[in-house]
């Protein structure tokens, strides 16, 4: 069992920039994947940003690549996403995830999931 905790989130005005941090606890993740998606309101549930907790892989969405950074920090188990220059279209929960089959792109590839943070972006 895996328990997500995030933090951070907010409201911004566009430009702006927030931090988001997702600490992970219980059983050993080290070969995790550990992807940050966001739902809004009647969309559906995506992959914004992911790593691979082991080799340090990125992959990001196209809509926030070079805005947005996902990192982690090993001793402390827990995975950041540092968003930059956000707009009003980011405005979204922001959900942390981790999957057991790398930086997979579906949500439902993710085992287990955080309780969701609201990022809101004012224009």
């Known amino acids: 069992q895996v328990q997500l905790v995030e933090s951070g989130g907010g409201l911004v005005q566009a430009g702006g920039s927030l931090g988001l941090s997702c600490a992970a606890s219980?059983?050993?993740?080290?070969?995790?994947?550990m992807g940050w998606f966001r739902q809004a309101p009647g969309k559906e549930r995506k992959l914004v940003a992911a790593i691979n907790w082991r080799t340090g892989y990125t992959y990001y969405e196209d809509s926030v690549k070079g805005r947005f950074t996902i990192s982690r920090d090993n001793a402390k188990n827990t995975v950041y996403l540092q968003m930059n220059s956000l707009k009003p279209e980011d405005t979204a929960v922001y959900y942390c995830a981790t999957s057991s089959r790398g930086v997979p792109r579906a949500w439902n590839e993710y085992d287990y999931w955080g309780q969701g943070t609201q990022v809101t972006v004012s224009s």
């Open positions: 219980g059983r050993t993740f080290s070969s995790y994947g």
